[in-house]
C-alpha cells in the first residue's frame, strides 16, 4: 500500500498516511483540523539484486552473470579485476606451457644425440 505525505495549510503540521488507492484522501489536519493537501515528494524505491543498472544488463547480454548478487557500479569494478586476474592467469599458462613444450625439445634432441653418440662408440 502507497504511504502518503500531507501538510496542512493552516499550521504546517507535517504527517504520513498508509492508504489504499481506493481509500478517500484526507481532508482535515489531525492536529488542529485545517484543510490538507499532498505535496509532490520523492517515491520511496529501492531496487535490490542485479539487473537494475546499465552495466548489469549488459553483463547479462553477454552471458556473464553475478553470483554474489551485489549490485551497483561495483559489479563492474569487480568484474574489471576478474577479467584482469585472468588474463594475467592466462599469460601465465602461456608462459608455462612454452617453457614445457622447449624443455621437451632438449630433452628430445639429448636423446636423439645420446644413442648416435653409443653407436659411434660400438664401431670403434
Do not use: W
Amino acid at each position: 500500500m502507497p504511504l502518503y505525505e500531507y501538510v496542512c495549510k493552516k499550521c504546517k503540521h507535517r504527517f504520513e498516511k498508509i492508504q489504499k488507492f481506493s481509500d478517500r484522501l484526507v481532508k482535515k489536519c489531525p492536529e488542529c483540523g485545517g484543510p490538507v493537501e499532498r505535496p509532490l515528494s520523492a517515491p520511496a524505491v529501492h531496487f535490490k539484486g542485479s539487473g537494475f543498472y546499465v552495466n548489469d544488463y549488459n553483463a547479462r547480454k553477454g552471458g556473464g552473470s553475478d553470483s554474489d548478487g551485489d549490485s551497483g557500479g561495483t559489479t563492474r569494478e569487480k568484474r574489471e579485476k576478474e577479467e584482469k586476474k585472468q588474463e594475467a592467469s592466462d599469460k601465465s599458462d602461456k608462459a608455462e606451457k612454452t617453457s614445457e613444450k622447449s624443455d621437451k625439445a632438449e630433452k628430445s634432441e639429448d636423446k636423439s644425440k645420446k644413442p648416435t653418440a653409443k653407436k659411434s662408440a660400438d664401431k670403434d
